[in-house]
């Protein structure tokens, strides 16, 4: 019970009344967010980065982990009404959620995405509170080689995870790594990659990268094509109060979603998407009607986003345990972390533990606070849905300035920022994901520091990683992660299609 | 079946593949899939191919080839990094080896695709890149680089602004100029005030500034 205790700790921590203004700034920036089209929380926390110079870990953490949990509820909603799933994460909501807000129970969809959510947020975060600790026990054995055969896995499935082929996660992911050489290597002062400019000595800024993909290149593809038509929206109708009936179509999928999307979200390798999908497809074997489904079934919103918040919380379990960001928003507070010398990693669990524990309460008191800030207040964020795409996206464009040139006041940054938003452009043009970009950027600097440190070791014997058992254990998980899809895709696939072409 | 939805307009955090994925499903899965009782249109024999992708895909030959011609530069300038003995077995250069050769293996495969067909989806392929609105917005963003060392943040926030609001088919020049002004200014001494981001000063910064100060007094 060591982990009530900690959490009993952490309360007093999050529950001071500053780091509740944090977290409540956090939540309602991420619903907010969350709910605009064009933002995302990985864009808004690399914009707020800065802050890491003015206040101390704790409460820009609760901050970031509120923006984090906060744009998954706001997300939803936009899903619902706009029928434009700004994640593939919520595809599935869109599916059966704006089928219902355009049958008039929009009220109702609302209230079960939020209330899923939140009960899928709450046993995600207390999962990260029991399950942590336990991975810490394990890291505590990795070596160097172990290391860097985990970063290999994980970096083989996010990339496979995080769009629709792995070749072009993999090419996303390289050229995140080639990002994060850029620079002076810090083991032996050498420049890399720098062409002669000493603005790249200090390498490239991940604020840089992620607005640049995230703001810049998202702006202009979606410019290229603005004249195909807009989406409706659809307005708000029904009771927020969902029926007796609705309660009990729900409850169950809450929780088989859960079930779904911690223990996969935590895993290594990330991902919402699967989560999402294997609870719409179990939802729609149980259902006592499937035919409702493809026509606005609750269970088809209920399951999904809870299988959606709880792999969002399991997402954080091998970003605190083991560095290991999964995401593009994780590997963003990832980066953070770096910013105050902190590194996650088993280690922080000892040294920070006022830090790791205050931050898993104020995801506690947060899921609270998004709970009624997404209900009863949810009319606030439907009018947002209704600002004119010219201003919002002009408007995120200002504020990548002010993240970009602020840095360090120098135009060469934003020169690069819209070199990597061109960058962006042409990689959203042909079905690129961005994420795995970031993510590379992030991680292959430490994947290049325990490569190294391994073959020190070894004396440049490259079979260390396979004569040690954990490392050759991962690197085969990673192999076979890499042939596998193709397999999953040939048994799986045509079943999830059938279920979205029936949209 | 199959009202496409639509991935612009919402920006996405994580590229969405199912949606690609859906798009870009084969015709014969396609013709699997959809109900034929909900769509007649599916009920017609689906060709093989669709003409496309018979077609030579020019777009993805590119991103492929300059795929390859970023793993040469990369190459290149690894070679150009200079390696003492100390470090000739586990040095600054092991990693930068991986990647090119990792670029160049990747930028193959995409070649192979792209001479196979493409892979994107016949979505993606029949919408034509609106190089007006394109213009508008790099327009706009050329606007803000030059612009923000000599005249400030404001004037080249405005600037970029209203280039960016007509990329999106927004004429209204004069209410667009003034929601940026005011949106600038508020960001100028909110938001980068808050986090303390300092990002210079301009004419207009400057005449706010000393506004305030003769308020505050």
């Known amino acids: 019970m060591d982990a009530l205790a900690n959490l009993a700790a952490g309360f007093a921590v999050a529950a001071t009344p500053m780091n509740l203004l944090w977290c409540l700034l956090g939540v309602t920036l991420g619903t907010a967010i969350g709910v605009l089209p064009g933002l995302g929380p990985g864009l808004t926390i690399a914009l707020l980065l800065p802050i890491t110079f003015k206040v101390d870990p704790t409460a820009a953490f609760i901050l970031f982990a509120g923006i984090y949990y906060g744009a998954m509820y706001g997300g939803s909603t936009t899903s619902i009404l706009l029928n434009t799933p700004g994640e593939s994460a919520t595809i599935v909501t869109a599916l059966e959620g704006n089928r219902m807000a355009r049958n008039g129970r929009g009220g109702a969809a609302l209230a079960t995405a939020a209330i899923g959510s939140f009960v899928a947020g709450q046993i995600g975060t207390l999962g990260i509170a029991f399950l942590a600790p336990q991975v810490v026990e394990m890291a505590l054995a990795f070596g160097p080689a172990d290391y860097f055969a985990l970063m290999v896995l994980s970096f083989v499935t996010v990339s496979a995870m995080l769009g629709s082929s792995a070749l072009r996660g993999l090419v996303a992911l390289t050229f995140g790594f080639f990002l994060g050489l850029v620079g002076v290597d810090l083991q032996t002062g050498q420049p890399r990659f720098t062409f002669g400019l000493p603005e790249m000595l200090d390498g490239i800024n991940v604020v840089i990268v992620a607005v640049g993909l995230f703001a810049v290149g998202e702006t202009l593809h979606v410019a290229a094509r603005w004249r195909r038509g807009h989406d409706e929206i659809v307005p708000l109708r029904g009771s927020l109060w969902m029926t007796k009936d609705e309660w009990s179509r729900s409850w169950k999928p809450w929780l088989r979603g859960t079930a779904f999307g911690f223990p996969i979200g935590a895993l290594p390798a990330g991902g919402a998407e699967i989560p999402t999908f294997l609870s719409y497809w179990t939802e729609k074997k149980l259902a006592k009607n499937p035919e409702e489904f493809g026509k606005g079934a609750i269970e088809g919103v209920a399951g999904p986003e809870a299988a959606n918040n709880a792999s969002a919380a399991g997402v954080l379990v091998p970003m605190l345990t083991l560095g290991l960001p999964t995401s593009a928003t994780a590997a963003i507070m990832l980066s953070a972390f770096q910013s105050y010398g902190i590194n996650p990693g088993p280690m922080l669990f000892q040294t920070q533990p006022q830090l790791v524990w205050g931050l898993i309460a104020s995801l506690l008191i947060g899921n609270v606070m998004l709970l009624v800030l997404n209900l009863p207040m949810i009319a606030l964020w439907v009018r947002m849905l209704h600002i004119p795409a010219p201003l919002l996206y002009a408007g995120v464009l200002v504020f990548a300035t002010i993240g970009t040139y602020g840095i360090s006041r120098s135009p060469v940054d934003l020169m690069l920022l819209y070199a990597i938003g061109f960058v962006g452009f042409v990689m959203r043009r042909y079905d690129f994901p961005t994420a795995p970009v970031v993510i590379g950027m992030i991680l292959g600097p430490a994947a290049e520091q325990n490569l190294r440190q391994a073959l020190t070791i070894s004396a440049g014997d490259w079979t260390v990683f396979l004569t040690r058992p954990l490392s050759a254990t991962f690197l085969a998980i990673a192999a076979i992660a890499l042939v596998a899809p193709h397999f999953w895709e040939l048994v799986k696939k045509p079943r999830i299609e059938h279920h979205l072409v029936q949209d | ?217």
């Open chain 2, 1 to 217: 079946m199959a009202r496409p939805l639509r991935r612009d307009g919402r920006a996405t955090f994580f590229r969405s593949p199912a949606f690609s994925r859906r798009r870009s499903v084969d015709p014969e899965r396609r013709a699997v899939a959809a109900d034929p009782i909900d769509e007649p249109a599916m009920t017609e024999p689906v060709p093989q191919f669709p003409p496309s992708r018979l077609r030579f895909a020019g777009g993805e030959f590119a991103v492929a080839v300059g795929l390859i011609a970023f793993a040469v530069v990369v190459m290149w300038q690894t070679f150009a990094i200079p390696v003492s003995p100390l470090y000739s077995k586990v040095g600054p250069t092991i990693a930068p080896h991986l990647n090119w050769i990792f670029l160049l293996v990747l930028g193959l495969g995409l070649l192979g695709q792209a001479l196979r067909g493409g892979w994107q989806s016949d979505e993606e392929k029949e919408s034509p890149v609106d190089f007006i609105a394109l213009g508008f917005v790099a327009a706009g963003l050329a606007a803000n680089v030059l612009l923000i060392e000599p005249a400030g943040f404001t004037i080249a926030s405005v600037a970029m602004f209203v280039l960016v609001a007509r990329g999106f088919g927004s004429q209204r020049w004069l209410r667009n100029a003034g929601i940026a002004f005011v949106l600038a200014l508020v960001a100028h001494l909110g938001f980068a005030g808050l986090l303390g981001i300092d990002i210079g000063g301009g004419i207009v910064e400057n005449a706010v500034g000393s506004a305030l100060g003769i308020v505050k007094g």
